[in-house]
T-cell receptor
Framework: GAGVSQSPSNKVTEKGKDVELRCDPI?????LYWYRQSLGQGLEFLIY????????KSGLPSDRFSAERTGGSVSTLTIQRTQQEDSAVYLC?????????????????FGPGTRLTVL | KQEVTQIPAALSVPEGENLVLNCSFT??????LQWFRQDPGKGLTSLLL?????REQTSGRLNASLDKSSGRSTLYIAASQPGDSATYLC????????????FGEGTQLTVNP
């Protein structure tokens, strides 16, 4: 079946503009994750959604970052007033189910990422 | 705070060699450890997932081991091929932070024909 898809694949924007990045998880996966991969920082967690529970936003680097997940499926990561340090590859992943009460999770499947460049 | 370290950062081997990639983590209270490969400009492909109660997992030419108490995992690749060239990442989920993955910096592997 189809894997995790992300759009756009590349996004170039000017400093100060807002951007929206989209993630379509694998059908039936209840858990969805956003990560960021940048030079010098490696891969870092941003946010994850588990079913209908409140998302874990503890990895978001600033209040300019927000994300939502509509209908338990598609997710949008929004970055307001972009800065040059926001330039990175934003990766989305999904898994069949999240860790229940903090328990073990299933394999996370990643999308191809969105490469964001802020000029 | 969990820290994941991968050694070596880069590795170049001739085709056909068996090789070992190392991953260590500072907090042994993990739920599972996952190995990924990443090709240039691409996303991550899951290779193996080892639950904390397991000692190893195998898939084809790949074998991953886990020693939770010592905070170590190894990824063994047998009879390496040029198509194995990629960056290999290990990541853990842990008891205190639920489902999020904490990643190492990766090992960049080049297999020369």
């Amino acid at each position: 079946g189809a894997g995790v898809s992300q759009s756009p694949s590349n996004k170039v924007t000017e400093k100060g503009k807002d951007v929206e990045l989209r993630c379509d998880p694998i059908s039936g996966h209840t858990a969805l994750y956003w990560y960021r991969q940048s030079l010098g920082q490696g891969l870092e967690f941003l946010i994850y959604f588990q079913g209908n529970s409140a998302p874990d936003k503890s990895g978001l680097p600033s209040d300019r970052f927000s994300a939502e997940r509509t209908g338990g499926s598609v997710s949008t990561l929004t970055i307001q007033r972009t800065q040059q340090e926001d330039s990175a590859v934003y990766l989305c992943a999904s898994s069949v189910r999240p860790g229940l009460a903090g328990g073990p999770t299933d394999t996370q499947y990643f999308g191809p990422g969105t490469r964001l460049t802020v000029l | 705070k969990q820290e994941v370290t991968q050694i070596p950062a880069a590795l170049s081997v001739p085709e056909g060699e068996n090789l070992v990639l190392n991953c260590s983590f500072t907090d042994s209270a993990i739920y599972n450890l996952q190995w990924f490969r990443q090709d240039p400009g691409k996303g991550l492909t899951s290779l193996l997932l080892i639950q904390s109660s397991q000692r190893e997992q195998t898939s084809g030419r790949l074998n991953a081991s886990l020693d939770k108490s010592s905070g170590r995992s190894t990824l063994y690749i047998a009879a390496s091929q040029p198509g194995d060239s990629a960056t290999y990442l290990c990541a853990v989920t842990q008891e205190t932070s639920g489902s999020r993955l904490t990643f190492g910096e990766g090992t960049q592997l080049t297999v020369n024909p």
